[in-house]
């Protein structure tokens, strides 16, 4: 089976980093890592950072990839309280599925808790 999967998520003190990591699992074939997002309660999810577009990278925040390892990461640097949320990875990709090439865009990861609190 072909996923996203999401982990690092942790509770941690306001100011202390944290770095996010999203790996694809599976007969992966490529990928194009679309970004992150987060989702608060009773709130809506939100891109919190992307590899292109305009502010496409909040503030404390930095991404990165390594596609060698199917891999995307977020560093979330001085987290606040208000960026305690689920955090999601988004991508598109291709697979190998009974021999044949498959394409799978717009894949979410289960998410991962992220809480910051004193």
């Known amino acids: 089976q072909v996923q996203l999967v999401e982990s690092g998520g942790d509770l941690v003190q306001p100011g202390e980093s944290l770095r996010l990591s999203c790996t694809a699992s599976g007969n992966i074939h490529s990928i194009d890592f679309r970004g992150w997002y987060r989702q608060a309660p009773g709130k809506q999810r939100e891109l919190v950072a992307a590899f292109v577009g305009p502010d496409s990278v909040k503030d404390r925040f930095s991404i990165s990839r390594d596609n060698a390892k199917n891999a995307m990461y977020l560093r979330m640097n001085s987290p606040k309280p208000e960026d305690t949320a689920v955090y999601y990875c988004?991508?598109?990709?291709?697979?190998?599925?009974?021999?044949?090439?498959?394409?799978?865009?717009?894949?979410w990861g289960q998410g991962t808790q992220v809480t910051v609190s004193s």
């Open positions: 988004n991508a598109d990709f291709t697979y190998y599925s009974g021999g044949k090439l498959m394409n799978k865009f717009d894949a």
